[in-house]
């Protein structure tokens, strides 16, 4: 099975960071790698598709890149609404389809 | 719209089988393939099993060995996740999730509003 390592595990920032999430695959997974927003109590929301592409209705502060075994999420300006976990999936090939570990991203 | 809404709560002794369901709406069942991903408290998501409610094809994660069986009813535009001989790391919250597109898998772009499985004597 393929392994997504997911990094950091948690992260503290203040309103307007900048903010970069990893995610490293244990394989060259091209560019199939999609990102999840989780907020407590909420299911998953995707993000970003296809390393890159972003989800009609999802904030352009938003962007993802990557390609291979590396890939980023970034949030330019982090916004009070963007206080929650992010998941990394890769979606390459054959299932199973799995998950980073995740990513909390709080309030400095 | 695309909805996705899931069966309630359960609560089984360890031992037992337990099934999940998920009714679809808003779009053509047959057509985009459902996934199931369950959560554990305080963890991370993870990935159960996939079903192509056109053909029936299924496939789940080795790591239950067996112990899933994703199923559907075209007629009710439903899919069925079965659990069975239940222990108490099966405790989560277990979500259904759509294909965002037909044919190749990008994401899942529609979740239900998930099903908490309370395992426990």
């Known amino acids: 099975d393929i392994q997504m390592t997911q990094s950091p595990s948690s992260l503290s920032a203040s309103v307007g960071d900048r903010v970069t999430i990893t995610c490293r695959a244990s394989q060259d997974i091209s560019s199939y790698v999609s990102w999840y927003q989780q907020k407590p109590g909420e299911a998953p929301n995707l993000l970003i598709y296809?390393?890159?592409t972003l989800q009609s209705g999802v904030p352009s502060r938003f962007s993802g890149s990557g390609s291979g075994t590396d890939f980023t999420l970034t949030i330019s300006s982090l916004q009070p609404e963007d206080f929650a976990t992010y998941y990394c999936?890769?979606?390459?090939?054959?299932?199973?389809?799995?998950f980073g570990q995740g990513t909390k991203v709080e309030i400095k | 719209q695309v909805q996705l809404v899931q069966s309630g709560a359960e609560m089984k002794k360890p031992g037992a089988s337990v099934r999940l369901s998920c009714k679809a709406s808003g779009y053509i069942f047959k057509t985009y393939a459902m996934h199931w991903v369950r959560q554990a408290p305080g963890q991370g998501l993870e990935w159960m099993g996939w079903?192509?409610?056109?053909?029936?094809?299924?496939r789940s994660s080795q790591k239950f060995q067996g112990r899933v069986t994703i199923t559907r009813d075209t007629s009710a535009n439903t899919v069925y996740l079965e659990l069975s001989s239940l222990r108490s790391e099966d405790t989560a919250v277990y979500y259904c999730?759509?294909?965002?597109?037909?044919?190749?898998?990008?994401?899942?772009?529609?979740w239900g509003q998930g099903t908490l499985v309370t395992v426990s004597s």
């Open positions: 079903i192509f409610p056109g053909n029936g094809n299924t």
């Open positions: 296809a390393a890159s």
């Open positions: 999936q890769q979606c390459y090939s054959a299932p199973p389809w799995t």
């Open positions: 999730a759509r294909d965002l597109t037909v044919g190749t898998y990008l994401g899942s772009g529609y």
